[in-house]
Nanobody, 115 residues
Framework: QVQLVESGGGSVHAGGSLRLSCAAS????????MFWVRQIPGKEVEYVAS????????YYADFAKGRFTISRDNGNNMLYLQMDNLETDDTARYFC????????RGQGTQVTVSS
């Protein structure tokens, strides 16, 4: 079955950086687009970024442009999200997902940004 396991979250001050990782298994990772989404408790899942199967087409939500970088390692079935210049509004639980709305996603990793 599909398994997505995120890691790398934590607590940082505004302006700091974190690198999120996602280990994927149970499907042909090389053959699919992959996504990062995030969610604040009580709010809708929010799209963050996506990357095509080969890794050369990337899209970002407006808030992520210029600060976040999505990447993947198809040889190891890994998805990454480098987050720089973090802001307090980035505080959320981050999920790697098979779709833009996060219908198929992992358990997530918490990112907390303090001022």
């Amino acid at each position: 079955q599909v398994q997505l396991v995120e890691s790398g979250g934590g607590s940082v001050h505004a302006g700091g950086s974190l690198r999120l990782s996602c280990a994927a298994s149970g499907f042909t990772f090389l053959g699919v687009w992959m996504f990062w989404v995030r969610q604040i408790p009580g709010k809708e899942v929010e799209y963050v970024a996506s990357i095509n199967n080969a890794g050369h087409i990337k899209y970002y939500a407006d808030f992520a442009k210029g600060r976040f970088t999505i990447s993947r390692d198809n040889g190891n079935n890994m998805l990454y999200l480098q987050m720089d210049n973090l802001e307090t509004d980035d505080t959320a639980r981050y999920f790697c997902a098979r779709d833009k709305k996060g219908a198929v996603r992992g358990q997530g990793t918490q990112v907390t940004v303090s001022s």
